[in-house]
C-alpha cells in the first residue's frame, strides 16, 4: 500500500520536475542543429521561476472560467499520469480506474478550458488561436479513435498497462506491420496535438500565424507559468504513452525496490531523448504547413492508422 | 531464426505499404524520388529475408539487382538527366486533391488485400503477408500513375508498381527464371533513361512536364 503510494508520487514527480527539462533539451537541440547556441536546457525552470514572481493581470470583463483554466491545465496532465504507465510494468493504484479512452477524455477537459479561456480573455487572437486549436483536434480525434481501437484490437483491452504487455509477449505482435503503421500515425498525432512543427510553429512570435500560442497571450504571472508547465507536461505524458505503451515497453521497474525505479528513471528518461532527437529532425528538415494543409497532413495520419486497423483485422 | 525473419520482413511490408502511400501525398519531385528509394530499399530488405530460410540465390539475386537498378542507377538517371534547378522542390499539382486521394489510396489498399485473399489461398506461398501488402501497393501506384500530372512522378509511379507486383512474386515464385532477373537489370533503368531523356527535351521546348500542358501543339521556342 505504502510502496504503491509511493510508486505514484515518484511517477507524478518524475513528470511534473523532468517536463520542462525535456521542453529545454528540445529547444537546445533544435538551435545546435540551426548552427546556433541556443538557451541552457534549464531556461524552462527559469521561465517559470520568472513567471511565478510576477504579478498577475486579469482581463476586466473575464469570468471565473478566465482564472480556473491554468489550474484545470496544469493538473490534467497529472492526473493522467495516474493512469498509465510511467516507470513500472506492473498496474499501480489508479491503473484500472480509466484506460486509454478515458485518459482521452481527460485531456479534453482541458482542451475545453484553454480554448473557453482563451475566447472570455477578450484577445481577439485568443479566439483566432481557439478555432484553430480546435479545428485541428476535430481532425485529430478520428486518428486517435482509430489508433485506440486498433489497439484493443490487439490486446483486447485498453488498459495501458495490459496493452503495453501485448507487444513484447509474443515478440511477434512488436513487429507486426499493423503495429508500425500504428506508431507513425500516433507520431503524427503527437506533432500535431502538441502544436510542432509541420503543424504549428511552437517559436513563433507572429500571432497571426500562430495556433497554440495564442491561447496563452492574455494570461501572465502565475497563471501564465502554470499554461506553461502544462504544456511542457502534456508533450511529456504523451511521449510517455508513445513510448512505454505503444513502441518501446522495455526499461520499466519490475519491482518495486528503489533501485530498480531508479533505473527506470534513467532508462525511461532517455527514451524520451532519443523520441526528442527524432522530433528535432523532423522539426528542422520540414516547414510549417500553411493552415488549410494540416487537414491533409491528418488525412495521412487518418489513412495509416486505418490501414493499419485493416492490416490487424485481416490478420497480415 | 525463420521466425525472427518472418517478424522482421513483417515489419520490411508495414513500412513498404506506407512508403507506397507516402508517395501518393508528396508535392515535390525530390521527395518522391526519395520515397522511390526508400522503398526500393525495402523490397530488397524483403527479398533478402525470405531468400535466407530456406536459403535462395535467386531471392539474393533480385535483391542484389534491385538494390543496384533502382535504388542506385534510376535516381541516379533521373537526377542527371531531368531538368535542373528548382525542378525537384517546386510544388507539384495533382489530378485530385490530396485528402481526396489519400482517401482513395485507403478503398484501394482494402481492395488489394481483398483480392490478394484469394491468390494467397490459391497459390502455395512463402509469406501470405507478402502476396497482401503487394497487391495493395500495386494499385495504390496505379493511383499515383492516375493522379500525378507530371511526367517523372508518373515514372516512379510505374516504378512503384513494379517494385510491388515482385514483392507479392516473391513470396509465389520464389525461384525465378533468371530471365526476369536480368529483365529488370536491363529493361527498369532504360525505361527510366528514355522518360528522363523525353522529360529533358519537353522541358526545354515547352518549359513545363505537365502531361495535360503538352497535349496541345505548339511551336519551339
Known sequence: MIQSIALNIAQLAFVLLLSPLFAGVLTRCKEIVQSKRGPSVLQPYRDLRKLFAKNERIPEDSSWLFRAAPYVIFIVPLIVTLLIPVLTNFPLFFAFAGDMLGAGFIFAISGMFFTLAAIDGGNPYGAMGASRTRMVGFLAEPVIIIVLFTVSFVASSTIPYIVQQHWVHPLANFFAPSHVLLLIAFFMVILAETGRLPVDNPTGHFELAMIDESKALEFSGRSAALIKWGGYMKFAVLSIVFLNVLTTPWGLASSASPADVAIAVALVALKILILIAIIVAVESSYAKLRLFRISEFLAAAFVVSVTAMITEILHL | ?221
Open chain 2, 1 to 221: 531464426m525463420t521466425q525472427l525473419v518472418i517478424e522482421l520482413n513483417a515489419l520490411v511490408l508495414g513500412l513498404f505499404i506506407i512508403s507506397t502511400i507516402a508517395m501518393t501525398v508528396t508535392r515535390q519531385i525530390g521527395a518522391c524520388m526519395l520515397i522511390f528509394v526508400v522503398q526500393s530499399l525495402l523490397l530488397a530488405a524483403s527479398a533478402f529475408l525470405l531468400g535466407a530460410s530456406p536459403f535462395s540465390w535467386h531471392l539474393f539475386a533480385l535483391g542484389c539487382v534491385t538494390l543496384i537498378s533502382k535504388a542506385m542507377i534510376i535516381p541516379w538517371l533521373l537526377r542527371v538527366l531531368t531538368p535542373k534547378g528548382n525542378y525537384y522542390r517546386r510544388e507539384l499539382s495533382q489530378a485530385i486533391d490530396i485528402p481526396t486521394t489519400l482517401l482513395i489510396a485507403l478503398g484501394l489498399t482494402f481492395a488489394g488485400y481483398a483480392f490478394a485473399q484469394h491468390l494467397v489461398r490459391a497459390a502455395p506461398n512463402l509469406s501470405p503477408a507478402n502476396i497482401s501488402m503487394g497487391f495493395a501497393a500495386l494499385l495504390v501506384g496505379l493511383l499515383v500513375l492516375a493522379v500525378r500530372t507530371e511526367a517523372v512522378p508518373q515514372l516512379l509511379g510505374i516504378l512503384a508498381m513494379e517494385n510491388a507486383a515482385f514483392l507479392a512474386g516473391i513470396a509465389i515464385a520464389p525461384d525465378f527464371p533468371l530471365i526476369a532477373e536480368l529483365a529488370i537489370a536491363f529493361d527498369v533503368p532504360l525505361l527510366a533513361f528514355i522518360v528522363a531523356l523525353l522529360t529533358r527535351i519537353a522541358y526545354r521546348q515547352v518549359g513545363t512536364t505537365e502531361v495535360g500542358a503538352l497535349a496541345a501543339l505548339r511551336e519551339g521556342p
